[in-house]
């Protein structure tokens, strides 16, 4: 399995009138730790998006167990169960509070897409060189 | 079965540097259309929170079949497939665009919570009995 | 003078924990608004970037008189005071609740771009004369 | 004067379909540098909040120079150029690429309010003890 953990201030605009993190904010924010996940393997989405991969996101769950608000430092652990097959790949997600309280879970499911082509595709081989040394 | 529908223009702002609607800004819509259909059965959901009922996100689910881009008049259905029991209610969407094309399907999880205590509470009377309506 | 008029309904997405719109929300209001303005002008925005005209905002001032608040039913008027000249174009904004109250005013002054070269560009000829029959 | 410093990771969601940051969006970077720059001072606003003071924004003007795109880490800059007199406080903020090229700047301008009364209210004297250090 393959860990990653980054940390977020929340931002105001990321509130709503009931005082916490509106739902659907949540989703920058494990698209912010996927990138920093993939960061951490030496590789960065951006570099992805310039080799001619785009990864849309096609799937996705989240549970909300308790509210993130105002200007608390939230910590999103971004993980890999399994080595990607074929054309998709699944990020499971989790968001605590400072007390460690957790928050909210997430499961991601994106594919590999040939942006010129807009056809399925693969992992790109050096991202699959780096994630196989997590699943030996 | 309640169903209701509502057209959304899609906004420059909804869009990410793939061109489409960004994956995250879908939730925003599926709560405007639920607004709108509880307006249809005459009531707000701004009345519910004056009346102290607050109605938080507990859990989402969306597939994202087709893309959505800028410009476009999308239609948002909304569906309640059954009278919602106790403290949950639990809502189905789906995003066509003009051509009639399913784009996305969405399932939101709402709890019914006291604005006050932050417990969990039921639906108010007033929209139960109108949604009792379409399940006889 | 053109003025153009439309109707946003506040979506709780965009409002904050102080109870009322956000105000870096506005400026996807303003968005909607012009391109509602150019869709009666019998062009839409849209279509100019297939044509290869983007037009970046460059320069924005807003002020904030009074609150938006979820579920009013907001009217945007867009105006636009002068015929463009040269590669920029400025339109003005005023937003107003329910009650025809002034909420906000902006100025927005965005660049006629190519979109391939990046280099600055001139208004379509297909909207300058639509523009033209408000300024004799 | 004083002057804080905080940088921020590009997201994927704050992009829109011309590639680069969406202009709506700054908004919210600038309020989370100011956020950085009074914890600077030993003081956060969300205490000032719970101190019943908030501080809705009155005014805005930004210019965009250069575009911020996907994954940049900007550098957003905050300065109070002038102590605060009475209810108004006003933030210049400038936006940094990584290599240096100012890509905007922002004068934003915020009422100290009750959150009670909703009148208008004066800096926290706490805050105005910190400030006054750099304007001696």
Redesign the interface.
């Known amino acids: 399995m393959f860990i990653s953990s980054t940390t977020i ?1 929340v ?10 993190v ?7 924010w494990f ?2 730790a996927r ?2 996940a993939i960061r951490e393997m030496g590789l ?3 570099d992805m ?1 310039k080799m001619g991969i ?1 990864m ?10 308790r ?1 993130a608000r ?2 608390e430092l939230v910590t999103v652990k971004t993980m890999l169960k399994e080595l990607p097959l074929h054309h998709k790949i699944e990020f499971h997600h989790e968001v605590y509070n400072e007390k460690e309280q957790l928050l909210t879970t997430g499961r991601i499911i994106l594919y590999f897409m040939d942006k010129t082509t807009g056809h399925r595709s693969t992992m790109p081989e050096s991202l699959r060189q780096q994630l196989e040394k997590y699943f030996q």
């Open positions: 201030r931002r105001y605009a990321e509130t709503d009138q009931m005082g916490v509106y739902h659907g904010n949540y989703f920058a698209e912010y990138a920093e960065t989405y951006a998006e785009i849309p996101v096609i799937d996705v769950h989240a549970r909300f167990l509210p105002y200007d």
